[in-house]
């Protein structure tokens, strides 16, 4: 069923559309963000310090998105955004390094660790998906894309 009478529902269903777009990713960030949430406050597991993998969630487009400003030429690549590659694969597996460290040490249990890891993943897949989305934005600055 398509949200217009037309016949035609490759326009307003697809994840092109910028409204639609927005709502996934919002949806899907408040999904990573319950999960991260249920491995913390469930009575069961009952301690909030793996809410400190957050900090990596905002912290793991930066390397990025300042790569993204210092490139010139799209073509190639060059040290810059290797760098920028490399240190945001060690935030990324810092965020889920955390919770097994902490899982293993015992301050927290593996299900927590398990919940936080499921929205950890969640959460990093919506920040390549709004990396991906916003690719074509070739306005010369923060939002040019690197992939």
């Given at each position: 069923?398509?949200?217009?009478?037309h016949v035609d529902c490759s326009d307003c269903c697809s994840l092109r559309n910028p409204i639609l777009a927005v709502a996934a990713l919002a949806f899907a960030g408040v999904v990573g963000l319950t999960f991260l949430v249920l491995g913390c406050a469930l009575p069961m597991y009952g301690t909030w310090s793996p809410m400190f993998v957050i900090a990596f969630y905002i912290l793991s487009p930066v390397p990025l998105l300042i790569a993204?400003?210092?490139?010139e030429d799209m073509t190639g690549t060059n040290a810059c955004i290797e760098l920028a590659l490399f240190i945001t694969t060690g935030?990324?597996?810092s965020a889920f390094a955390l919770p097994v460290?902490?899982?293993?040490a015992g301050t927290i249990k593996h299900g927590a660790c398990f919940l936080i890891n499921t929205g950890s993943t969640i959460m990093?897949?919506?920040i390549i998906a709004y990396f991906y989305l916003h690719r074509d934005d070739d306005s010369g600055s923060w939002s040019q894309s690197l992939f």
């Open positions: 069923m398509c949200c217009h009478i993204r400003r210092f490139q935030i990324v597996i460290v902490l899982a293993h990093f897949g919506t």
